[in-house]
């Protein structure tokens, strides 16, 4: 029994997946490539595959991962090449290496980075001012909705990095192609209607706490933004950029050598 | 050209994986290159529209073919309605996302009445006029088959033409003759023309109906000389040789039959009297085991499904079904694919197979014995008796099941109330046999449920001139045995009567009903068969406004004599042998399954020879 480690995308194509539905995809993909799964005893034994943080509906993400319990001979090149044979359209799998530490990647999540583009009729300045002060609070507090009713939280200490940009309509502007091509295909459907020009795009990098324990969802922080600070900004889209282990002091890439081999 | 669903209205919408289609297996083909541009539309949503086998052949079927893309249209949900109404958005195939208006056939599959205001309401999304007489030359051709439209009236002026029968064979030829016209550049009328030659095609256009004073039909007529005076619906006479797809679409989110199906054969050798399947798919025919084998083993690996089920109307009832289902769980097992056996009669249930099928998932088994005493299950010719429940139930407890449904009708012909009372005593003793296991062997919990939905008269069943029970005595009839369960652990479920009788009003209705679905359609009727959108009030203001009284449809006696508005329709099954059996049943003698002894139905003359079964 041994263990692979994979890299995905998730893209626009899939972005209404839901993560339970994302399960499935993989487990088809897999059993269509016909690879060595191993399955959980039991009743109804199924694939032991384990993702990640879940991805909301609507997210796009260059950087999801997942563990596969392996019972056979497969290098993750060949795993890597074959499953990408069978998986959707807007599903890649980047890259694949072999885990050797028990530490499944849904437990070991610690922060998680994001880019979020939205409209916002005030100029870099004001946005970068209201930015600023919302780092330079000691609490942030805003209302969570749980299964339990509205509760207070403070996100503050969950937001590492924060910064914003106004967005660049170039390719060259942006290391990001995924999401200059979908400002140039849809930004027209945010703006039509509306007071917005296409010059009001601003993108915002963060670098969030995330995982079981504690985990700070992007959309929260734009709301926070909004509420706290004033500003009134229309949410374009959310792409996720990274996925990270460790804390705060030392994050770590899932793929890298100490994270896959630390026994 | 494609419309323009934003990530604004898909973000608001529940499940919107609905409406963006791209799924593993969906056909992709450039649109410019194909001469034949065919929207298969499913009058229910994604979930429902995705489960049907029917749909998953022909779509694949149709994409074989290199002049024609076939893509897949549903009704979309309520809110999703709304948004596009709201947007001015069309409705779109899923592959291309297209506006199916500009396509060149849309195809409607007729599998429940209550499907047919969506059919209206999807025409009106499309933007294409809802009455065939106003749809112009660059309108798309509105075609329609399936079940329901062996009675395809109610439907007569919306839809351009029908397909009767199987549509493997005639749908090509159709194409065919569309292919050629739209070349020749001719117009609609003329390509109707055209196809009315076509065996099993019905162009409702060229009939005229008349009616007698007392309301009733008389026989559809041919407008003209040339168009045939009765149309014979379509068989495939060898099932093993006719396509069945290799791969079918693998959905990303979870739809009602979410595995592979795989069919065994059509046609059921049962002749249950209710059963219009029984007799509109006759003769029956089977896959060779072989063939079986070899569709099943390529969807698995086409698909990554973990399940597969066999589809036909009586499982159990295939030659040689041991056999074959051994070969096929022994081929699965070793794929970790799980075999789902469904439509298992109660005589032959088979605990063994039960065992391998489901493992040690003890899901619930389901039994219908459809009807409470042997007398009535006589009368519809069930041709299973108590004791064959019993045994099957007492089979299932001692092998660890614990969770049994018995399916039984309401308002059968010459029910009394010792009939409902016998579905209430059946349930009693399926209880004590429960009891009367060894409490090692049997499970720890006990669950029965018995279902009750209510009888709807069908066109080409021997009950087809029968009166449907009103939904005053449907109800009393529910009440009557609701009050007779008295056993706590035994469930039981029924059906809404209002349902069943709209059922049966366009189960057997003619042209007139069609102009009520049109009127409750505009008083916001759709998506009738969901108990939260079904709007009864609206559906009788509706008949009321047309002047159409529904009782004349549901709740009357027809006599012997009567012609019928389906009389046109030729399914195989005489009139003649239909009525035999109908005073069989009033004289509670039963017919022998097709196997034991030839009764001469009529269907027989589809096949070379005129022999059903060997």
Known sequence: ?263 | MAVRITDAILESVEKPSRYIGNEWNSVVKEPDKVDIRFAFCFPDNYEVGMSHLGMRILYHMLNQREDTYCERVFAPWVDMEQKMRDNKIPLFALETKDAIKEFDIIGFTLQYEMSYTNIINMLDLAGVPIYSRDRKDDHPIVCAGGPCAVNPEPLADIIDFFVIGEGEEVTGEVLDAYKECKKANVSRQEFLNRIVNISGIYVPSLYTVKYNEDGTCKKAEPIREGVPKSIRKRIIKDLSNVYYPEKIIVPYSRIVHDRVTMEIFRGCIRGCRFCQAGYIYRPVREKSAEKVLEAAKKLVESTGYDEISLASLSTSDYTEFDKMSNELLEEMESRKVNLALPSLRVDSFSLDLMEKAQKVRKSGLTFAPEAGTQRLRDVINKGVTEDDLINSVSLAFSGGWGSVKLYFMIGLPTESNEDIEGIAKLGEKVVEVYKNTPKETRSRKLNVTISASSFVPKPFTPFQWEPQDTIVELRRKQEYLRGRIKQRNITYNWHDTKVSFLEAVFARGDRRTGKVLVKAWEKGCKFDSWGEHFKYDEWIEAFKECDCDPHFYATRKRSQDEEFPWDHIDVGVSKKYLQSEHKKAYEEKTTPNCRENCSGCGVSTFLDGGVCIE
């Open chain 1, 1 to 263: 029994m041994s263990k692979i480690r994979i890299k995905f995308t998730r893209g626009e194509e899939v972005k209404y997946v839901s993560h339970l539905d994302i399960l499935k995809v993989f487990e088809r993909a897999a059993r269509r490539a016909k690879l060595p799964l191993a399955y959980s005893k039991g009743f109804n034994p199924h694939p032991q595959i384990i993702f990640g943080l879940p991805l909301s509906v609507g997210v796009t993400s260059e950087a999801e991962f997942a563990d596969f319990e392996i019972d056979g001979a497969v290098s993750p090149e060949e795993f890597n090449d074959s499953l990408n044979k069978e998986l959707p359209k807007g599903i890649i799998c980047l890259d694949a290496a072999n885990l050797y530490t028990k530490k499944n990647i849904m437990v070991s999540i610690s922060a998680a980075s994001y880019k979020v583009l939205f409209l916002c009729s005030e100029n870099l300045k004001s946005v970068q001012d209201a930015v600023g002060a919302l780092k330079k609070k000691k609490m942030v507090i805003v209302k969570k909705f749980t299964k339990k009713g509205e509760r207070d939280f403070d996100i503050r200490p969950l937001i590492y990095k924060l910064d914003v940009f106004q967005f660049s309509y170039e390719a060259d502007g942006c290391t990001n192609p995924n999401l200059v091509k979908y400002v140039e295909n849809n930004i027209d459907d945010f703006i039509h209607n509306t007071d917005f020009h296409r010059e009001d795009l601003y993108c915002l990098d963060m670098l969030v706490g995330a995982g079981n324990v504690s985990n700070l969802k992007p959309s929260l922080l734009m709301t926070a933004l909004s509420e706290t600070e004033g500003l009134y900004l229309r949410q374009v889209k959310i792409h996720r950029t990274g996925l990270f282990l460790g804390d705060t002091l030392r994050l770590l890439d899932p793929m890298s050598e100490s994270v896959l081999e630390n026994i």
